[in-house]
């Protein structure tokens, strides 16, 4: 058995739901944004082989642009973080309890 | 039955990648948490460049996220001194259950539709140069291309307003 489409959408489906897992189970607001790189990535898994086995160029660009869109993300969950430990001091999601300060 | 060397070299790589992807989700030390997933980033960029054939995407993951984004994440858990206490969170049982289960429908439906693709993916690591690549890019998709670096330019300004002591 050869490895195919199908053993790369497996491993980019696993992947992903350990992303999300992670973004259920912890409780960390870092760790979660961790958890949304790892989704990223095994989006970016899946559009690269699918990119292959068409024998196309365009999912690479996609992955491209997922990956500039992942790193402004990263910018503006990193400075919303900052902002939030300063006020609340810590980063635990628990702590973010009210809808108006 | 012979066995492929891209297959081992696949399987290889994506063993890391789950176990990494695994470090991430259950290690509890914030720094060892990213320090896994920079793993999994590198092992990911491996697996473009010897199995995909996309030399370019490859350096540019490795770049981008074990550059800029990684350091970004490990300066802020050390800025923030996660020492004592906040980073011994408990995990309740119910809440990792409803995680599982909804992990486990997710995947199942996930599964079904990968049954439609079964395809052959030629083995080895030709593939596109960045020739292909950055035609594509300046051509087609040329909107957006500026769209993106515009969004980029708005994170960094709305990044250091949000960051600011007082706006």
């Not at chain 1, 196309?56 to 990193?78: D, K, N, S, W």
């Not at chain 2, 990792?96 to 083995?123: H, S, T």
């Amino acid at each position: 058995m050869g490895v195919g489409l199908f053993q790369y959408t497996v491993l980019s489906v696993l992947v992903f739901l350990l992303g999300a897992l992670g973004l259920m189970v912890r409780r960390n607001a870092i760790i979660m944004f961790l958890c949304m790189e790892l989704m990223l990535n095994g989006v970016n898994i899946l559009f690269m082989a699918l990119a292959r086995s068409k024998g196309t160029v365009e999912g690479q660009v996609i992955v491209l642009f997922v990956m500039a869109v992942a790193a402004a993300e990263a910018a503006i969950g990193m400075a919303i973080i900052t902002s939030f430990y300063r006020s609340r001091g810590g980063v635990g999601v628990d702590r973010a309890d009210l809808m108006k300060w | 039955m012979m066995i492929n060397a891209w297959d081992v070299v696949f399987f290889f790589l994506a063993g890391l990648i789950l176990l990494s992807a695994l470090g991430v989700v259950f290690i509890r030390h914030p720094v060892y948490s990213a320090l896994s997933l920079l793993v999994n980033l590198c092992v990911t960029a491996i697996l473009y460049l010897s199995l995909m054939g996309a030399p370019f995407i490859a350096m540019v993951q490795i770049i981008v996220y074990a550059g800029a984004i990684m350091v970004f994440f490990l300066f802020v858990i050390m800025l923030m001194n996660l020492s004592k206490g906040e980073y011994q969170e408990r995990t309740v049982p119910w809440r990792l259950l409803f995680g599982v289960g909804a992990a486990a429908l997710f995947a199942f439906q996930i599964f079904i539709l990968a049954g439609e693709w079964r395809g052959v993916l030629p083995p080895g690591a030709r593939g596109f140069g960045v020739k292909a690549l950055s035609h594509l890019i300046f051509t087609r998709y040329i909107l957006a291309f500026e769209l993106v670096s515009v969004l980029i330019f708005v994170a960094a300004l709305g990044a250091v307003a949000l960051a600011k002591k007082k706006l």
